[in-house]
Structure formats: structure tokens, C-alpha cells
């Protein structure tokens, strides 16, 4: 009997028949990412013979999902906090999801122009890198800075749930969590980027190069919803580089432009620009081979 309870939490059983699907919305990044890379993502080739056809067809198909998907999405937030109970309509509801999936159409050319500047980042940035398609193809924070673009401009259009389904299906996919609200600017690079966090309110400027396991948070979060809609991440101007393991956090947390933020190191207060910030290192101990290790007296240290 308790399985079949409508839901765990308190919510309306009614606004469930209208929840975005996951499946259809990994769809939609589907055809996006086809969009944005034509060639790369299909099982046929693309020429210049059949670019135009390939993509007018992608398109058709991206708009009548989208409007599907933000539709219910809209629906959705009417059942959880109608503001005018029984005045929206859903054919007025419809209107405005086309109204979003047509602004969000109009956001592809300078998005695709964006993420082809991240590549090219990435290419400058990672000496392993062999060639563009390699780059588009296998890294992960490419592919993680593809979704969250697509999410960020939902995002603005206050499409609900939707951008934060695709930010959670790149999180699966790549280890690298970034809030869809979060600002950032033109080649941007995510190297290796297991472990990488973004929060809300982070704003990044452009040639900003992470490295995994950086976090950008909040300072603190006890406060809860107190908080919503206020800066609690820090921002980062252009030109910066952070370090594997750095934690930066606070709203009202600056790393100041042409900064280099070492690894492991924590950072709650601004940085002006042109610093390097380091951790003291820590001392290594050495034990010769020939040595033998009494582990009931070792002190490792910690």
C-alpha cells in the first residue's frame, strides 16, 4: 500500500500527468547536439549538398518537441502556484510554449558560434588535444559546457524543470555538476572536469580554464530558501585559471582578472587581479628502501 501512495512528498496528484519526460528531454539534446556539431552525431555523412535538408529537418523536429516538453512544463508550475486559478488556459499555455520554443531558436546561431569558441579553448589549452572533431567527440567538459549552454538559455527564458533535467543528465554523464542559472562567458575550458561544481549564481568571464574537482559555491547554505535568488556564488573574471581541487566560495568572493588559483587551496575572500594563489606545501617524508616500516609505530602524519 505504500508504493502505491500517489508521491512521497506533499504534491498534487494532477500536476504529475503534465512532469517534462526525461527520456524526450535527452532527445532534444540529441538533435541539438546534431545541430550544433552537423557530421559529427550521425549515421550518415553530411555534405554541403545536404547540410540545409539535414538541418531543416533537425529543426522541425527540435521545434515540435520543444514546444511539447516546455508545454507541459508549463502546465506543471500552473498546478503548483496558479497566480490566477482558473484564467490560464491551456491554449494559452501552448501560445506561450511556442512563444519560448521560437525565442529559444533564435539563440542557436550565436550558441553554436559559442560553443565552437569552447572548442577551439579546449584545443589551445590541452596540449594532448589531436584535432577539433577529437575534442567535440571524447571530452567530457566540452560536453558538459554544451549542455549547460543549451540549459543557460531555457534557463533565461524561466522555462521550468526542463533546464534543470538536462544539467542533472550531464552531471550522470560526465561527473561535472553546473547549475543552469550560472553565467558564463566565451572559451571556456573544463579540463579532465570529474568532480567540477558551479553553483546558481557563479559568473565567469571569457578564457576562464578549470581544471577537476574545482568547486564554486556557496559559503554557506542554512539559511535554505531564505537564500533563493540571491548572490551566494563567487565570480570569476576573464582570464583565470584554476587549479585541480580548489574550493572558492561566497557570493561576494572575486578572483580578479589574469589570476592563477592553485591546487587544494580554499578560498572564501577576493582576490585582486594578477595573483597567484598558492597553498604553503606540505612536507614530504622520505624512507630509504632498504628501510623496514613498523606499522604498529607509524605515524603518518595525518
Do not use: W
Not at 74 to 101: C, F, M, N
Not at 168 to 175: M, R
Not at 240 to 251: C, D, F, H, P, R
Request: with cysteine; glycine share 10%; charged share 20%.
Amino acid at each position: 500500500q505504500g508504493l502505491a501512495a500517489p508521491c512521497a512528498v506533499p504534491c498534487e496528484e494532477e500536476s504529475l500527468l503534465f512532469l517534462p519526460n526525461r527520456g524526450k528531454t535527452e532527445q532534444l539534446l540529441a538533435i541539438l547536439r546534431k545541430i550544433m556539431f552537423p557530421g559529427l552525431f550521425t549515421d550518415f555523412q553530411v555534405t554541403d549538398e545536404n547540410l540545409s535538408f539535414h538541418l531543416g529537418m533537425l529543426l522541425t523536429e527540435l521545434k515540435g518537441l520543444l514546444v511539447d516538453q516546455i508545454s507541459r512544463a508549463l502546465v506543471y508550475r500552473s498546478t503548483q502556484a496558479p497566480s490566477s486559478p482558473g484564467q490560464i488556459t491551456t491554449d494559452a499555455l501552448h501560445s506561450e510554449a511556442v512563444e519560448k520554443a521560437e525565442a529559444f531558436l533564435g539563440t542557436l546561431v550565436t550558441l553554436r558560434e559559442m560553443l565552437l569558441k569552447d572548442v577551439i579553448s579546449a584545443m589551445r589549452g590541452d596540449p594532448a588535444a589531436k584535432s577539433h572533431e577529437e575534442i567535440i567527440l571524447c571530452y567530457p567538459g566540452i560536453e558538459a559546457v554544451f549542455v549547460h549552454r543549451v540549459a543557460h538559455e531555457l534557463f533565461k527564458l524561466q522555462i521550468p524543470i526542463i533546464p534543470r533535467m538536462m544539467s542533472a543528465f550531464a552531471h550522470q554523464k560526465t561527473a561535472i555538476d553546473i547549475h543552469p542559472g550560472a553565467e558564463i562567458g566565451s572559451h571556456f575550458f573544463i579540463d579532465h572536469g570529474t568532480g567540477v561544481v558551479i553553483g546558481e549564481t557563479t559568473k565567469i568571464g571569457n578564457n576562464v580554464k578549470l581544471f577537476h574537482g574545482v568547486t564554486l559555491g556557496a559559503l554557506s547554505t542554512k539559511d535554505g530558501q531564505a537564500l533563493a535568488g540571491k548572490k551566494r556564488h563567487p565570480t570569476i573574471e576573464d582570464d583565470v585559471t584554476i587549479y585541480a581541487g580548489a574550493v572558492i566560495l561566497g557570493g561576494k568572493t572575486v578572483i580578479g582578472k589574469g589570476s592563477t588559483i592553485g591546487g587544494s587551496v580554499f578560498v572564501t575572500h577576493s582576490v585582486p587581479p594578477g595573483n597567484v594563489v598558492t597553498s604553503i606545501q606540505p612536507e614530504l617524508r622520505l624512507r630509504g628502501p632498504s628501510s623496514r616500516l613498523d606499522f604498529d609505530s607509524f605515524d603518518p602524519g595525518i
